[in-house]
């Protein structure tokens, strides 16, 4: 007998329909799995024979051959282990095969039949959205909450496989149910999420309003200070001063997590902008993505929240000239012989370092021990092009005696959202018929339309130009940082002031110490 079970994979970030056919015939006893199944997917064999069994269902003892077509694409992971099963039952006549029409099975199967969550669950989602033929999903119960975020889809979500069978069968009605939440728990405001605030931040003024406006459009920032400045804590502040997702961009950044691996079970769209901060051990592949079946890399995984570096120097230079790309265009392309694949990277960039290797070269009150020649090869490990892809560059001197010791706190990060929320809002206004969400986002055509200037302000523009020796790209940037200067502001022109202070923010390009 011959049955067709449908399911999918997922390649990069999107989905294909992939049909499992099953063929049992006369023989003897064996069990193969064709369509180029990588290891994981050839041990679904094992897996289903002994979920069947355990599961009081019937198994044949006869040849069993599994087709995943398209055979010409790799399938790899776990996710057919349940479509498997449900063919062998039917190709064994044990449920009716016309049940099977419209529906998707994807999950994998434990020893004992029980069914276990797997990862890409929302890529599979929405394409089954866009299928008009195909409307229910089957699925694991831990995977439910991500599969709703599919809008018009059925979602069917079982624990055990003899659940699936008996759906099948019309002996069990499946519906899913919201976990029971404590009776203490209570809603708590997203400022309360966060463990910390911009309020615990003493003094570092500069260096806050420098990082409300990275926040507001979406801008790139380099905080270059000694040690103890504050500019770990300054930067481990920004989620709490992000704009809110919009659903298009919470549900992109979860198609990566869920095909990373690492969403959090039975989680549904996520609710805070991803903060990534991999150590300076990183490899050049885990930041940028690869393998040999291509996975996201912490740029992808960055993607519509922040990217922290800490110690900057002390990153490998192949790790980060990888980042130019990203940086620039806002995605990352893995080629490999058998495939390209492109992933979404557009993220902010927060990097901190210090002067030089011993970190006071810049401190008025110690003294900088390293010689002229160590601190041109540490700025060295930096190069101009991605310097010049960093819009905002701010300087984190130590705080003074009585900046440590006043009792009294800043801002708290609730007031600075609310300004940064609603400069984001007068964005996504302006450059709703463009498809921008943040000025960060423009290109050079974009800049010349949005970005309109007094002539006061063209002429500091032509200065900085003259003076400090501007790059095309360092000047559309200061133009952008401008821009989003103007949007706190509330201001339609761009003024001579946002302009000065946008130039104040080009640290590296103003002071030459850095080339020692």
Request: charged fraction near 25%; charge should be neutral.
């Amino acid at each position: 007998m011959l049955a067709t079970v449908f399911s999918s994979a997922v390649v990069g970030i999107e989905a294909y329909p992939v049909d499992v056919e099953v063929d049992i015939s006369n023989g003897l006893p064996a069990f193969d799995i064709v369509g180029l199944p990588d290891t994981a997917c050839r041990e679904s064999a094992d897996r289903v024979r002994a979920a069947l069994k355990n599961s009081g269902l019937p198994f044949p003892s006869r040849r069993i051959t599994v087709n995943l077509a398209p055979a010409d694409i790799k399938k790899e992971g776990s996710s057919f282990d349940l479509a498997i099963a449900v063919g062998i039952l039917a190709a064994s006549e044990i449920i009716p095969a016309e049940v099977l029409r419209g529906r998707i099975f994807c999950g994998e199967l434990s020893l004992d039949g029980k069914l276990r969550g797997v990862t890409g669950i929302l890529p599979r989602a929405l394409c089954l959205a866009a299928e008009k033929s195909k409307k229910a999903f089957i699925i694991p119960y831990d995977n439910a909450r991500e599969a709703l975020c599919a809008r018009g889809v059925e979602v069917i979500p079982a624990k055990t496989l003899q659940d699936v069978t008996a759906f099948l069968k019309g002996d069990l009605a499946i519906a899913y149910e919201e976990p029971a939440q404590p009776q203490k728990r209570k809603e708590t405001k997203r400022s309360e999420s966060y463990p910390f605030d911009f309020s615990d931040i003493k003094g570092q003024f500069h260096a806050k309003r420098g990082l409300e406006i990275a926040a507001a459009g979406n801008h790139n920032v380099l905080l270059i200070g000694p040690p103890g400045a504050g500019k770990t804590m300054l930067a481990k502040r920004m989620p709490t001063i992000l704009s809110e997702f919009i659903f298009e961009e919470a549900l992109e950044t979860t198609k990566i997590h869920s095909v990373a691996g690492v969403l959090l079970r039975r989680s549904a769209l996520l609710e805070k902008r991803p903060f990534r901060d991999p150590h300076h051990t990183v490899s050049d592949a885990a930041m940028i993505g690869g393998g040999s079946h291509p996975r996201p890399g912490e740029v992808s995984l960055a993607h519509n929240g922040v990217l922290f570096l800490d110690e900057l120097p002390e990153f490998r230079r192949n790790v980060l000239e990888v980042l130019r790309q990203p940086l620039e265009e806002g995605k990352v392309t893995i080629s490999r012989v058998s495939s390209s694949l492109t992933f979404p990277s557009r993220f902010m960039l927060v990097a901190a370092m210090n002067p030089c290797p011993c970190g006071y070269f810049t401190d008025p009150k110690r003294e900088c021990h390293c010689s002229t020649m160590q601190i041109r090869n540490y700025m060295s490990k930096i190069s101009g092009p991605l310097l010049d892809r960093i819009d905002i560059q701010l300087e984190v001197p130590c705080l003074k005696v009585n900046e440590i010791t006043d009792g009294t706190c800043g801002e708290n990060s609730q007031t600075i959202r609310a300004r940064v929320e609603a400069a984001r809002h007068r964005q996504y206004e302006r450059y709703q018929r463009d498809g921008l969400l943040a000025n960060a986002n423009l290109e050079a055509k974009e800049v010349e339309k949005h970005c309109q200037v007094t002539e006061e302000a063209k002429r500091f523009l032509k200065l900085a130009i003259q003076e400090l020796g501007f790059s095309a790209r360092a000047y559309h940037k200061c133009l952008k940082v401008a821009r989003t200067i103007a949007d706190l502001e509330g201001e339609k022109d761009i003024q001579a002031m946002h302009v000065t202070e946008a130039i104040h923010y080009r640290a590296l390009d103003r002071n030459m110490w850095f080339r020692a």
